[in-house]
T-cell receptor, first 114, second 114 residues
Framework: NAGVTQTPKFRILKIGQSMTLQCTQD?????MYWYRQDPGMGLKLIYY???????DKGEVPNGYNVSRSTTEDFPLRLELAAPSQTSVYFC?????????????FGEGSRLTVL | TQLLEQSPQFLSIQEGENLTVYCNSS?????LQWYRQEPGEGPVLLVT?????EVKKLKRLTFQFGDARKDSSLHITAAQPGDTGLYLC??????????????FGRGTSLIVHP
């Protein structure tokens, strides 16, 4: 049971570098989300998608971009990395029928920007 | 301003003690979810409460949804070291396009000492 898979698990970037965090799910879920988690701050929504070809901004989208070309994949791109983007990033998905909002999470990607 | 306020933020107790953590809001939610997150992993859903006044039990964990559906509590009886983790409550909020977005509280970090 793969569920939601994120890569890489750890990454160190220099200021100004770019990178893509990969997220894929094998549960045929329509809804996918990217959150960032900082100590004591809970989970903040960066971007979300309600289906292939449709994406929308969350609470903290600045400095990030996403795409959703397939149901399975929802990559998160950082174009010009800044120290403020040091965080743990979580990708999550849920089936469309679950309007109660239950999410399935990946294991996270820990990013450090120096 | 956090939509969902969790308290306490930190809790350090001895094995065998009982504890209660709270999730409060000024808004009405159609449902609330409780997740547990262990270090280095993504949150995992524990329970969803839907009906005002609802009580759900999961072994030594008891979850309650307030009558007005604005708050919830999690009570752990005879805590064990395996209960250590970050407990997050979450509720769906509706975006302008009608999408349900899971919104999280900041969490309660629980440490249970042997």
């Amino acid at each position: 049971n793969a569920g939601v898979t994120q890569t890489p698990k750890f990454r160190i970037l220099k200021i100004g570098q770019s990178m893509t965090l990969q997220c894929t799910q094998d549960m045929n879920h329509n809804y996918m989300y990217w959150y960032r988690q900082d100590p004591g701050m809970g989970l903040k929504l960066i971007y979300y998608s309600v289906g292939a070809g449709i994406t929308d901004k969350g609470e903290v989208p600045n400095g990030y971009n996403v795409s959703r070309s397939t149901t399975e994949d929802f990559p998160l791109r950082l174009e010009l990395a800044a120290p403020s983007q040091t965080s743990v990033y979580f990708c999550a998905s849920r089936p469309q029928r679950a309007n109660t909002g239950e999410l399935f999470f990946g294991e996270g990607s820990r990013l450090t920007v120096l | 301003t956090q939509l969902l306020e969790q308290s306490p933020q930190f809790l350090s107790i001895q094995e065998g003690e009982n504890l209660t953590v709270y999730c409060n809001s000024s808004s009405v939610f159609s449902s609330l979810q409780w997740y547990r997150q262990e270090p280095g992993e993504g949150p995992v859903l524990l329970v969803t409460v839907v009906t005002g006044g609802e009580v759900k039990k999961l072994k030594r964990l008891t979850f309650q949804f307030g009558d007005a559906r604005k708050d919830s509590s999690l009570h752990i009886t005879a805590a064990q070291p395996g209960d250590t983790g970050l407990y997050l409550c979450a509720g769906p909020t509706t975006q302008s396009g009608g999408s349900y977005i899971p919104t999280f509280g900041r969490g309660t970090s629980l440490i249970v000492h042997p």
